[in-house]
């Protein structure tokens, strides 16, 4: 079973940038499709990013595009969600997935395995 270990959030101000990192434990961990969520009071669960195994694919959801930046490093079973020119509607609990069959969908459900999250919270 894999299990993912979010870290790196916090409280940041408006313009800031942040990078989060997923850890993995787990064999086949280098093979799965990462996603990242996030999840405002109030709101649906909202797609960020998702890769692929390999790296060499990823996309965005709209309301990130030309901000964030995931990438992963599979000798250190890890996903990074780079987080730049953040604003405060960007403030949401941010939790990372992993897909077991390698397919980065952009909706919650497809998933297999789920960290706990971590808070990011942007002041203005």
């Known amino acids: 079973q894999v299990q993912l270990v979010e870290s790196g959030g916090g409280l940041v101000q408006a313009g800031g940038s942040l990078r989060l990192s997923c850890a993995a434990s787990g064999l086949t961990f280098s093979r799965y499709a990462v996603g990242w969520f996030r999840q405002a009071p109030g709101k649906e669960r909202e797609f960020v990013a998702a890769?692929?195994?390999?790296?060499?694919?990823?996309y965005y959801g709209e309301s990130v595009k030309g901000r964030f930046a995931i990438s992963r490093d599979n000798a250190k079973n890890t996903v990074y969600l780079q987080m730049n020119s953040l604003r405060p509607e960007d403030t949401a609990v941010y939790s990372c997935?992993?897909?077991?069959?390698?397919?980065?969908?952009?909706?919650?459900?497809?998933?297999?395995?789920w960290g706990q999250g971590t808070q990011v919270t942007v002041s203005s």
């Open positions: 997935a992993a897909e077991e069959n390698g397919r980065p969908y952009n909706t919650p459900d497809e998933y297999d395995y």
């Open positions: 890769i692929v195994w390999t790296g060499s694919f990823s």
